[in-house]
């Protein structure tokens, strides 16, 4: 099987991950996977323990792979499990070893990460409103740790659109089938 590039749509709370990696699956004829943790908290009863934490890693996993054989020349993700090593390093002060053992085995061929520039949306599953220039700086850190390739995507409405749709389209004009 040829390799599917994989897009991620990454960044802090209320950025727009989800409009925006549903609007780029369906520019693009793909699929979009949605964020495991989202649908995992919606469900939970109590807080988020470290093993809720390893549970969404396997999730968002078996979620790509799921999703994979559908794609159309790309796989748009909406976030990706360096969400978990994020969240448990801020809640727990560590992120599970094994999250920390796959980081660099799972690679995106793309990161799309999302500006702060965005109105605070309010959200039952949204902790942080304050902390959103802190978890950006998290973010390029990560980023930068794996030697990612991302591209900073900001502007408001249909310039945010257009702006991740020239990040793809320049990435697929000099990558046609991923690394």
């Not at 850190?141 to 990040?167: P, T």
């Amino acid at each position: 099987m040829n390799h599917i590039p994989k897009i991620a749509v990454v960044g802090p709370e209320s950025t727009g991950k989800s409009t925006m990696a549903d609007y780029l699956a369906a520019h693009y004829h793909t699929v979009a996977v949605p964020e495991y943790a989202r649908a995992y908290c919606e469900k939970l009863t109590g807080p988020c323990t470290f093993q809720d934490e390893i549970n969404m890693f396997y999730g968002q996993l078996a979620l790509e792979e799921e999703f994979l054989p559908q794609a159309n020349k790309i796989l748009i993700c909406d976030t990706t499990f360096i969400t978990v090593k994020i969240w448990s390093d801020e809640v727990f002060g560590q992120a599970p070893q094994e999250v920390l053992d796959e980081l660099p085995k799972h690679p995106y061929d793309l990161y799309l990460l999302l500006n702060i520039d965005l109105p605070w949306q309010d959200d039952p599953l949204r902790n942080f409103p304050t902390k959103r220039p802190h978890f950006m700086k998290v973010w390029y850190n990560e980023l930068n740790a794996l030697n990612a390739n991302y591209v900073l995507i900001s502007g408001i409405g249909e310039n945010r659109y257009h702006d991740a749709v020239k990040a793809v389209d320049e990435f697929l004009s000099t990558h046609p089938k991923g690394k």
